[in-house]
């Protein structure tokens, strides 16, 4: 029997998750956390239990299958990958590149493969049909960050380290282990904020794992943290207590919001929020009186409803205390690998609005359409009609909004094609499966949750168990794709496949990894440059091309010299950070606290935060002016440790225990319902009807019942066996596609008006 020990990124919590696998001919025999295990209780990460399990789960898929009138074929690779490029061909030749759309779902994050070779596929489908999981929670947040400053990946994490002052609205990293915040270890970094003489104070509707060991929870009303924000910059500005301090050379609009906050008093906003305006009242005073702070929010936050307005709100209170881009406040990291900078380069900052979905009209946002359209681009005709559809590693019938309907749409397509390891919800409709290998048998890079990390930090994981012959990689099945596709063009487009791929089958991934290093804050870019002349010198047309490309490249490398590498020479001297050294620490390298960026690191034109655009005036003020009556219960979400996505549930030792899949309420809402404990409840809306078991809580705010996502596996013809035993329902068969943020489309997941009834009233009705 083999030992291999590394540290690998876990894909779920998104942190650094030190665990020890013992495997023999590939068969994982044990899996342990070590001492930095970051759960309580000393439990392993269950992340890491679900990838055990998976690896050598019968139900997972290792060859293409193909879907017949009596079930799965397998098929070989060369098959699947002709059949798919003819089909998709086909399709874009008769009705029009739009009749192509493409999903890509949240591992798609985690993997960095899927992630370099990404571009390219859309670049080849060129379709304006793209959607992802992003929509689905945090494009309030990058909106913000777009029109304030200037790139909509330019996201502030909190500088957990030294934090005087945690304010955390409708997060839960307790569970999460951050979202959009790299923090391993949580639960001990809260502490330390408070061994240290600070305060966490949670804002959740529900008393949540943390809230339970925060300094203080303040419950919410769903939807209400725009005005609670509101409130809490009244009261900064009433009290001569907003500071931008060294940010406020760069800042336009300050005197604008001020302006706009002064008639939202706490008196005023309280009946919105379902806050005492005393406790705003102190609130902002306990804000005002640290000597650091970050305000934070999350899921709760971005949606509900206003989540434009409250993701705007959120940057701005950190900005006018002061709190932006400085110790202990929202800081910005400086990552090895800086997809900010590579894409400063390009010229890419972000895009939002520049053109419509044709059924609703909703904007496109850096290139993708709210997934709350996805089922009508499907089932509604006319030109621009989805007629195939690709997922990547998504399981949207599970995890976006009125999943019935979009699983009612799936069949209607000409064509569908799914890279992933399982026959899912949203994968049994599709015609082939291209089943990538398990994330144990592929090396671990982490591009995006390095760029959100509490410290500068960057870290390789070689493959831990080799994979079996002939699989494939994502980004292998991306890359045939990609190139069989443009080969069936132009001659140009011809061209382009076949350098393609020449150089991404000469860099490999880790190639592709290296470079970008190379041309990091801690890197060299000469040396990248060199390695791109050797590339060049391979290509039938590099030797003619690649002079020119290479002098705009220099232009925009010396341009954005400070940018790219500001701290060369405190990591390694001359020659920089490359992939070989990062192999050679395998425990990862901690290049030190977050710094401040600003203004070098905005993408605005004069380098300038925007902190009242125009656009989200107009938000502001269509909230302010809109009067909704209150409905008696509303539906938020929630998660669990072991069951933060759908495809960990086909894990036994996951699933086993006590039934999750409840729906949490306060027990006097429950008298009033005349349930107990356990009893049956149906959950009703325009949506749909679900049935699940009653878990009384006094967590609960009174009027809000609590739903986790991701279950719902009860469909027919899906192959996870696990899953399939423990079924329970699907929140998002409740939600509707209707109720979405009315300025990114962001679909309404917290905050949902539902109905009650006992099922045994139903019964006797």
């Known amino acids: 029997m083999t ?9 779920l919590c998104e942190a650094m998750c030190g665990i020890e696998i013992r495997h023999d001919n590939g068969q994982i025999k044990s899996i342990r956390g070590d001492q930095q295990d970051f759960f309580s209780r ?4 269950p992340k890491a239990v679900a990838i055990q399990d998976l690896q050598n789960d019968p139900d997972r898929l290792r060859k293409p299958v193909r879907r017949t009138g009596s079930g799965w074929e397998e098929i070989s690779w060369e098959t699947a990958l002709e059949e798919t490029t003819r089909q998709l061909s086909r399709i874009r030749h008769q009705h029009g590149k739009d009749a192509v759309g493409l999903y890509a779902g949240n591992p798609t994050a985690h993997n960095h493969g899927a992630l370099l070779m990404l571009g390219p596929f859309l670049a080849a489908l060129n379709t304006r049909n793209r959607y992802s999981a992003t929509s689905a929670d945090q494009l309030p947040h990058m909106l913000a960050s777009l029109q304030m400053f200037g790139n909509q990946a330019l996201l502030p994490v909190p500088d957990l380290d030294r934090t005087d002052f945690w304010l955390v609205l409708g997060g839960n990293p307790m569970a999460s282990n951050g979202s959009i915040m790299t923090a391993p270890d949580m639960r001990n970094r809260i502490k330390a904020i408070q061994q240290r003489g600070g305060k966490v104070v949670v804002v959740d509707p529900r008393r949540s794992e943390t809230a339970r060991v925060a300094s203080q929870h303040l419950p919410i009303r769903p939807g209400g943290d725009a005005w609670l924000l509101l409130g809490l910059l009244h009261v ?26 002064e008639p939202w008093t706490p008196k005023r906003v309280s009946p919105h929020c379902g806050i005492p305006a005393g406790r705003i009242e102190r609130l902002a005073r306990d804000l005002a009186a640290a000597d650091s702070a970050a305000v934070y929010g999350r899921v709760g936050l971005t949606t509900s409803a206003n989540s434009t307005v409250a993701g705007w709100l959120l940057w701005a209170i950190n900005v006018v205390t002061g709190n932006l881009d400085r110790p202990g406040g929202m800081m910005f990291t400086q990552p090895a690998f800086d997809i900010v900078g590579m894409a400063a380069l390009a010229g890419i900052k972000g895009s939002f609005d520049q053109h419509r979905s044709r059924v609703h009209g909703l904007p496109e946002f850096g290139g993708e359409y709210p997934v709350v359209t996805l089922a009508d681009e499907i089932s509604t005709p006319g030109e621009g009609q989805i007629r195939a559809l690709i997922t990547h590693a998504g399981n949207p019938v599970l995890s976006a909004p009125d999943g019935q309907r979009l699983d009612a749409a799936l069949p209607g397509l000409d064509f569908m094609v799914s890279i992933d390891m399982y026959i899912n919800e949203t994968t049994r409709h599709a015609n082939i499966i291209l089943p990538p290998v398990g994330p144990l048998e592929r090396g671990q890079f982490d591009p995006v949750f390095h760029f959100v990390a509490i410290r500068n930090t960057i870290k390789y994981a070689p493959a831990m168990l080799t ?57 060299n870019p000469g040396s990248a440059l060199r390695i791109m002349d050797k590339l060049a010198r391979r290509l039938p047309a590099g030797q003619l091309l690649w002079p020119r490309i290479r002098q705009q490249l220099n232009t925009r490398l010396r341009r954005l010299s400070n940018f790219l590498s500001p701290y060369l020479d405190e990591y390694d001297g001359d020659s920089g950070l490359t992939l070989n050294k990062l192999k050679q620490n395998p425990h990862g390298i901690d290049l030190g606290p977050l710094r401040p960026v600003l203004p070098a690191r905005l993408g605005t034109p004069d380098q300038r935060i925007k902190l009242a655009p125009a656009l989200f005036i107009e938000a502001l003020q269509t909230m302010t002016q809109s009067t909704q009556p209150a409905p008696e219960f509303v539906m938020i979400g929630r998660r669990h440790l072991r069951s933060n996505n759908s495809w960990m549930h086909n894990s036994q030792r996951l699933v086993k225990g006590k039934d999750r899949c409840t729906v949490m ?13 356990g009893e049956l409840l149906e959950v009703s809306s325009p949506t749909g009807v679900i049935r699940l078991p009653v878990e009384l809580s006094r967590d609960m705010l009174q009027g809000v019942i609590s739903v986790p996502h991701g279950w719902g596996h009860h469909r027919t013809g899906i192959q996870q066996s696990v899953a399939a035993a423990h079924a329970g329902v699907s929140i998002n068969d409740v939600i509707g596609t209707q109720s979405h943020d009315p300025v990114t489309g962001t679909a309404i997941l917290n905050g949902v008006a539902v109905q009650l009834r006992a099922v045994s009233a139903v019964a006797v009705a």
């Open 3 to 11: 030992e291999l020990s590394h540290y690998r990124t876990c894909h």
């Open 42 to 45: 000393g439990h392993v990460c």
């Open 236 to 261: 900064l500005f009433r009290e001569d207590d907003a500071d931008p301090g060294a940010l406020g050379s760069f800042v336009d609009g300050y005197g604008e919001l001020k302006e706009l906050v």
């Open 467 to 523: 994979p079996p012959p002939g699989a494939l990689r994502d980004w292998e099945i991306l890359l045939e794709l990609t190139s069989r596709l443009l080969d069936t063009g132009s001659i140009s487009q011809r061209l382009m496949g076949r350098g393609l791929r020449s150089i991404v089958t000469n860099l490999g991934d880790e190639g592709i990894i290296d470079l970008g290093l190379r041309l990091g804050p801690y890197g």
């Open 665 to 677: 309420l306060h027990p006097e809402d429950a008298a009033q319902l005349k349930v107990t404990d």
